[in-house]
């Protein structure tokens, strides 16, 4: 038995049988990790000496009888958790060298249910971009052609478990950062609702749009870590106190009565015609499983990236003008007056992107454009709500693709910010909506690459959507197939 390759639930079953105990199950995935991830680069950080300390304590309770379904199960958390006593660098040079003195409540959480952290992961710098090919350190790889992006900002957290680095991760979602991955590498990837999952403890990007979820292997696993994550916080602002329903109940079989509304506005010209195939293939198998189709309207979706990015970098803006080279993080020394040692340690301690996302938000911004930019962006970002708002009204879910076309090449869009920037025009009015939504394996390309299916749902029905997707997995075995690494 392959242990690195079993689900979270597969993995537990076989603990509490007293089959395999977690020492065995993290050595399998430390293995390897160090037999695979000189080819992905999955991993910022990895912590083997802590995680073996704290798989044999997760044994001792389990032989107890006690713990619960993450109790000695190896996850990875994306780098841009704080984890106290662990580097956490959110793919930057400027925090290259932060240890945080606290973790995130996600993070603190994992520690109470006594799983196990094998390391932190590979991202875009703060989260910016669409390919991980943004991480000051390195780039990520898709493990199912290692020419390819493995998608980002969390391709990281999407390669560790399609390559089976680890048994379950944890990504965060701005505007696709783990819909968008997942879909590139075959996996599960879940954004709940806004304010479902605390924020506290995750370094910003953009505030209004920033959301932790789970990347898992199945959509069973999906729901067992959406069961552990998700509640109200008093540490933010943004988290909303509201009833966190058992995902797992959510499980079952049957889609009678259900009702799919399909976006018109996602099936447009420039699709790829292979993910086209795969997503209305995916619809048919969701019909034939009791749903009802149902054509919607989503018109402002065309507006979706010029919002996202002023919005989105607005926000950085003001988040990331923190980063001074005073009080944390890198220093470029040398410098004989405090602008110019901004200047030098901001220039050199952040990369291009982040460099050119913090200039196009403190444009939009300045005086005489705020106006113009960003205020504008935020009326048009109401419309864009009242869209899902509407469509809702008729159907249950929306299916829709996660991703124009499979993964790109490295380096094919590197010189070419707007097309990386359009490569998430799915995904993106969903998170300005605030919405739930996930990614699901549905299919491949001739070349081999995954295809993932957007299943969206309203506000805090994340419910909904586990269960489509749950029984869409029932019925293909897209899921199932591996890299060949």
Same mark, same amino acid.
């Given at each position: 038995?392959?242990?690195?390759?079993?689900?979270?639930?597969?993995?537990?079953?076989? &603990?509490?049988?007293?089959?395999?105990?977690?020492?065995?199950? *993290?050595?399998?995935? =430390?293995?390897?990790?160090?037999?695979?991830?000189?080819?992905?680069?999955?991993?910022?950080?990895?912590?083997?000496?802590?995680?073996?300390?704290?798989?044999? $304590?997760?044994?001792?309770?389990?032989?107890?009888?006690?713990?619960?379904? %993450? *109790?000695?199960?190896?996850?990875?958390?994306?780098?841009? &958790?704080? @984890?106290?006593?662990?580097?956490?660098?959110?793919?930057?040079?400027?925090?290259?060298?932060?240890?945080? !003195?606290?973790?995130?409540?996600?993070?603190?959480?994992?520690?109470?249910?006594?799983?196990?952290?094998?390391?932190?992961?590979? /991202?875009?710098?703060?989260? /910016?971009?669409?390919?991980?090919?943004?991480?000051?350190?390195?780039?990520?790889?898709?493990?199912?052609?290692?020419?390819?992006? !493995?998608?980002?900002?969390?391709?990281?957290?999407?390669? @560790?478990?399609?390559?089976?680095?680890?048994? @379950?991760?944890?990504? *965060?979602?701005?505007?696709?950062?783990?819909?968008?991955?997942?879909?590139?590498?075959?996996?599960?990837?879940?954004?709940?609702?806004?304010?479902?999952?605390?924020?506290?403890?995750?370094?910003?990007?953009?505030?209004? %749009?920033?959301?932790?979820?789970?990347?898992?292997?199945?959509?069973?696993?999906?729901?067992?870590? /959406?069961?552990?994550?998700?509640?109200?916080?008093? $540490?933010?602002?943004?988290?909303?106190?509201?009833?966190?329903?058992?995902?797992?109940?959510?499980?079952?079989?049957?889609?009678?009565?259900?009702?799919?509304?399909?976006?018109?506005?996602?099936?447009? +010209?420039?699709?790829?015609?292979?993910?086209?195939?795969?997503?209305?293939?995916?619809?048919?198998?969701?019909?034939? &499983?009791?749903?009802?189709?149902?054509?919607?309207?989503?018109?402002?979706? +065309?507006?979706?990236?010029?919002?996202?990015?002023?919005?989105?970098?607005?926000?950085?803006?003001?988040? &990331?003008?923190?980063?001074?080279?005073?009080?944390?993080?890198?220093?470029?020394?040398?410098?004989?007056?405090?602008?110019?040692?901004?200047?030098?340690?901001?220039?050199?301690?952040?990369?291009?992107?982040?460099?050119?996302?913090? #200039?196009?938000?403190?444009?939009?911004?300045?005086?005489?454009?705020?106006?113009?930019?960003?205020?504008?962006?935020?009326?048009?970002?109401?419309? #864009? /709500?009242?869209? =899902?708002?509407?469509?809702?009204? *008729?159907?249950?879910?929306?299916?829709?693709?996660?991703? !124009?076309?499979?993964?790109?090449?490295?380096?094919?869009?590197?010189?070419?910010?707007?097309?990386?920037?359009?490569?998430? #025009?799915?995904?993106?009015?969903?998170?300005?909506?605030?919405?739930?939504?996930?990614?699901? !394996?549905?299919?491949?390309?001739?070349?081999?690459?995954?295809?993932?299916?957007?299943?969206?749902?309203?506000?805090?029905? +994340?419910?909904?959507?586990?269960?489509?997707?749950?029984? =869409?997995?029932?019925?293909?075995?897209?899921?199932?197939?591996?890299?060949?690494?």
């Amino acid at each position: 038995m392959d242990l690195c390759r079993l689900t979270i639930h597969e993995a537990h079953d076989l &603990l509490v049988k007293g089959e395999i105990t977690s020492v065995e199950l *993290t050595s399998a995935v =430390f293995d390897r990790i160090e037999e695979v991830e000189d080819r992905v680069g999955a991993y910022i950080t990895l912590i083997r000496e802590r995680a073996m300390a704290d798989a044999a $304590n997760a044994d001792k309770i389990i032989r107890r009888g006690q713990g619960g379904p %993450l *109790t000695g199960i190896p996850l990875a958390i994306k780098d841009v &958790l704080c @984890a106290e006593g662990i580097p956490t660098t959110c793919g930057s040079k400027i925090l290259k060298n932060f240890i945080p !003195p606290f973790s995130s409540p996600i993070v603190d959480t994992f520690g109470e249910a006594n799983a196990v952290i094998v390391g932190k992961t590979n /991202m875009d710098e703060f989260a /910016m971009g669409s390919s991980t090919e943004h991480s000051a350190f390195k780039p990520t790889r898709n493990p199912w052609d290692l020419m390819r992006i !493995p998608g980002g900002s969390s391709g990281g957290s999407a390669a @560790a478990v399609a390559a089976d680095e680890c048994i @379950a991760a944890i990504g *965060t979602d701005t505007g696709g950062s783990i819909r968008q991955p997942a879909s590139h590498c075959g996996v599960v990837g879940i954004k709940p609702t806004y304010g479902r999952v605390s924020r506290f403890g995750l370094v910003a990007f953009a505030s209004s %749009l920033d959301q932790i979820g789970p990347v898992t292997k199945d959509v069973t696993d999906g729901a067992i870590l /959406m069961n552990a994550m998700c509640g109200y916080d008093p $540490n933010d602002s943004t988290s909303v106190p509201r009833e966190v329903p058992d995902y797992t109940e959510a499980l079952q079989t049957g889609l009678k009565g259900l009702v799919v509304g399909i976006p018109e506005e996602y099936f447009v +010209e420039g699709l790829n015609e292979e993910v086209a195939q795969a997503v209305d293939s995916a619809i048919e198998v969701i019909e034939g &499983l009791g749903a009802t189709r149902q054509p919607v309207s989503l018109p402002h979706t +065309e507006y979706a990236v010029a919002v996202y990015y002023l919005i989105a970098s607005a926000e950085a803006s003001s988040n &990331l003008a923190r980063y001074d080279g005073v009080r944390y993080g890198f220093r470029e020394s040398g410098a004989d007056e405090l602008i110019q040692m901004y200047r030098d340690t901001r220039s050199k301690g952040f990369g291009s992107e982040v460099q050119r996302r913090i #200039i196009i938000g403190t444009y939009a911004l300045s005086a005489g454009y705020y106006d113009a930019y960003y205020k504008k962006a935020s009326q048009v970002r109401t419309l #864009i /709500m009242q869209d =899902f708002t509407q469509a809702f009204e *008729t159907c249950d879910v929306l299916l829709a693709p996660v991703a !124009p076309a499979p993964a790109f090449e490295l380096g094919e869009k590197l010189e070419d910010p707007l097309a990386m920037y359009l490569s998430d #025009i799915f995904t993106l009015p969903p998170s300005l909506a605030g919405i739930a939504g996930m990614s699901v !394996p549905c299919g491949f390309s001739e070349e081999g690459l995954p295809i993932g299916l957007q299943i969206l749902g309203k506000h805090f029905d +994340e419910e909904k959507l586990i269960r489509v997707a749950y029984n =869409f997995e029932q019925a293909t075995d897209f899921h199932t197939k591996k890299p060949n690494l």
